[in-house]
């Protein structure tokens, strides 16, 4: 029973492109959607956190959108660089985190 | 890493042998959990613990017990490990059970 399913599982973008990694959830209790980036060999690390109160939220070139009647959310990320390849995990949460498949997003130079 | 170790980073074992995963905070947060992670499933929790001897389940624990007996500590034991055991186990903490910090991981496999 997966309840947040993450799409695609790979991307590849030219640096410079938009980026966007989507999420769909079932649980409609979930009130916290953190986005997580894993370098490889490292733990996750928190990227940028919505609540579903809000329709988005940005911080630099990261932006999570959110559509609370869809029970969709999705992360964008603005200007690609190289250094954003990396594998990103989108969560909800109910009190214990669950979360997406992840995706491996490689930008190209 | 937010001031979490684990160790073993790496470990080989054998099919049937107790294993042992640390996780060391030195951030003093009330809550620890233990994931593992493998291809196309992302980070599944394991157990958690909400406070010093409080621990509780998670989606996949069978096979796994925990213990907490200080804040810094929760410990990961895997009584007779087996094959589909092999993963990477990562160790997280949270102050107030949402923005949760990951430590480095730990590599296991078992042959």
């Known amino acids: 029973q997966q309840q947040v399913k993450q799409s695609p599982q790979s991307l590849i973008v030219q640096k410079g492109g938009i980026s966007i990694i989507n999420c769909a959830y079932e649980?409609?209790?979930?009130?916290?959607f953190p986005w997580y980036q894993q370098f490889p060999g490292k733990g996750p690390a928190l990227l940028i956190a919505?609540?579903?109160?809000?329709s988005e939220k940005k911080e630099g070139r990261f932006t999570i959108s959110f559509n609370k009647s869809a029970k969709q959310f999705s992360l964008h990320i603005m200007d690609s660089q190289p250094g954003d390849s990396a594998t990103y995990f989108c969560a909800a949460s109910e009190g214990k985190l669950i979360f997406g498949q992840g995706t491996t997003l490689q930008v190209k130079p | 890493d937010a001031g979490i170790t684990q160790s073993p980073r790496h470990k080989v074992t054998e099919t049937g042998t107790p294993v042992t995963l640390r996780c060391h905070q030195t951030e003093n947060h009330r809550y620890m959990y233990w994931y593992r992670q493998d291809p196309g499933h992302g980070l599944r929790l394991i157990h958690y613990s909400y406070g010093v001897k409080d621990t509780d389940k998670g989606e996949v624990s069978d096979g796994y017990s925990v213990s907490r007996s200080k804040t810094e500590d929760f410990l990961l034991t895997l009584e007779s490990a087996t094959s589909s055991q092999t993963s990477v186990y990562f160790c997280?903490?949270?102050?107030?059970?949402?923005?949760?910090?990951f430590g480095p991981g730990t590599r296991l496999t078992v042959l």
């Open positions: 997280a903490i949270s102050w107030e059970n949402e923005q949760q910090f």
């Open positions: 919505i609540r579903p109160d809000v």
């Open positions: 649980n409609t209790a979930f009130d916290y």
